[in-house]
């Protein structure tokens, strides 16, 4: 999971959606009208697809999920449930873009709160999720920094097998392309360079990288690094950042 930014609503999209619920707070069974709403082919046509035009432009890589960033975005994400806040179901800052396992087979309806009633699952549109997971490189394990990260981990299955093997893949390419960038500048061939930056841009698992990139400036990076001390020099070089993080 990486941060991730939301754009504004177009002004039509914007208009439409507080007609939508408002519908849902006059109704007499908010949540089965919500659905409803959500399922209705008028809905699906104008509000569906513009929605999800703009999260798979936000999505990390190539419309992947906002949570497990490995396969493809399918659906649209209600990141406080529905069937719990039926008054969000036409909200724009509670729609994620999100795969049909993270979704529909993990988080579900699940939604669990701290004792003061704050989520305690990661929004990456609001918050670093940085701040509250930890990638093990080596291993693609997840571990919590905070409750909030804990509880992310186990709503959303970040550390089932298929996704931290997968990361595990992902640092390999990410160092094989650090190395053919470190090559490519030595030679003074940018075309290398360039490939090398879109091989790593183009991979699912966007969050191995960024983890990369942040683990080279954090203390005990030399530690993080230490079989591949070369990496740890390229993640630092500037020219690098800044076309990673572009
Ligand atoms: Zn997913």
């Known amino acids: 999971m990486i941060r991730l930014v939301r754009p504004a609503l177009p002004a039509e999209l914007a208009d439409r959606l507080p007609d939508l619920t408002a519908e849902i707070g006059d109704a007499a069974h908010p949540t089965r009208t919500a659905r409803a709403l959500w399922k209705r082919a008028v809905v699906r046509r104008n509000v569906h697809a513009p929605l999800r035009r703009l999260l798979e432009g936000m999505a990390p890589g190539y419309q992947r999920c906002m949570y497990c960033g490995d396969s493809q975005g399918t659906d649209i994400d209600h990141f406080e449930p529905l069937s719990l806040n039926p ?98 500048r030595a030679l003074g061939t940018a075309a290398e360079m360039r490939e090398a930056v879109l091989t790593v841009q183009g991979q699912p698992f966007a969050d191995v990288c960024q983890a990369m990139l942040r683990l080279a400036l954090s203390p005990g990076a030399e530690r993080v690094f230490e079989d591949t001390p070369w990496a740890l020099a390229v993640l630092r070089d500037d020219e690098l950042r800044a076309q990673l993080l572009a």
């Open 87 to 184: 008054l969000r179901t036409f909200d724009w800052l509670n729609h994620l873009l999100a795969c049909s396992t993270c979704n529909s087979n993990l988080k579900r309806d699940r939604f669990p709160v701290a004792d003061d009633g704050t989520p305690l699952l990661v929004d990456p549109t609001t918050e670093d999720p940085f701040d509250h997971l930890l990638l093990t490189l080596s291993l693609g394990v997840y571990v919590a920094r905070t409750e909030k990260g804990a509880a992310t981990i186990d709503v959303c299955g970040l550390n089932r097998p298929v996704l931290t093997q997968g990361r595990v893949h992902a640092r390999r390419v990410v160092l094989m392309c650090l190395s053919r960038w470190t090559a490519g």
